[in-house]
């Protein structure tokens, strides 16, 4: 994987279960959010050494929605215990999209279907 994304107990080699995913997500929807990878002036390696060994994390905007940050901070918690299982994220995503006014594109991706054959969907605007 990429540094950048990679547990803090992944890059101080510790054993470590299934909720690297769960920090690897939280680092990933925080680019998504953000538009800038967590720590952007820094290189890949840097990046996760902050958060291993110093334990930094990236600054959240203040305008950002309070669901978000409280899903944020818990999913890149330093111990890995306390992270949340992904049925937990997606029930807050879940609601959030619920809570969305429904604009033009929140009611096409909503009306969109999974492939049977490919498993995915598309649509092209």
Request: glycine letters at 4%; aromatic letters at 12%.
């Amino acid at each position: 994987g990429s540094y950048r994304f990679m547990a803090p107990e992944v890059f101080r080699h510790e054993n470590y279960t299934e909720t690297v995913d769960i920090y690897s997500f939280a680092m990933i929807f925080f680019y998504m959010l953000d538009g800038n990878p967590p720590w952007p002036n820094e290189n890949g390696v840097a990046a996760v050494r902050m958060a291993a060994l110093d334990g930094d994390r990236p600054i959240l905007p203040r305008n950002w929605d309070a669901r978000f940050q409280t899903l944020l901070q818990e999913c890149w918690d330093e111990n890995p215990k306390t992270r949340p299982p992904f049925k937990k994220i997606l029930s807050v995503l879940n609601d959030y999209a619920r809570d969305m006014p429904k604009t033009t594109m929140h009611r096409t991706l909503s009306t969109m279907s999974v492939s049977k054959d490919t498993g995915c969907s598309c649509a092209v605007m």
